[in-house]
């Protein structure tokens, strides 16, 4: 049984960072993905460790933000700096490309400008 929860998020100025962290278990042979959706907005892949260890970035964030995994957990990151406030949204992990996928419940960030 696969488990995540996010936490991380908040509040904070244009410009600025968070790291957030999704503490996982069962992820073992699962792709683990940040994804984010904005009011009004659809749900959007922000950063994804493929299987294979591949990374991919969606073009509105790559150079800013950093996925990775602490090698010795499940836990895993995503580093935001140059915040921006269309980077506000609630930001999920999850577990995916196996059957079934899994979600967190999201941690929202908020941006000022």
């Known amino acids: 049984q696969v488990q995540l929860e996010e936490s991380g998020g908040g509040y904070v100025q244009r410009g600025g960072s968070l790291r957030l962290s999704c503490t996982a278990s069962g992820t073992s042979g699962y792709c683990l993905r940040w994804a984010r959706q904005g009011r009004s907005r659809m749900r959007e892949a922000v950063a994804t460790?493929?299987?294979?260890?591949?990374?991919e970035y969606s073009d509105s964030v790559r150079g800013r933000f950093s996925i990775f995994k602490d090698p010795t957990t499940e836990v895993f990151y995503l580093q935001m700096n140059n915040l921006q406030p269309e980077d506000s949204a609630m930001y999920y992990c999850?577990?995916?490309?196996?059957?079934?996928?899994?979600w967190g419940t999201g941690t929202q960030v908020s941006v000022s400008s």
């Open positions: 999850a577990a995916l490309c196996r059957v079934p996928n899994y």
């Open positions: 460790v493929n299987t294979d260890g591949t990374i």
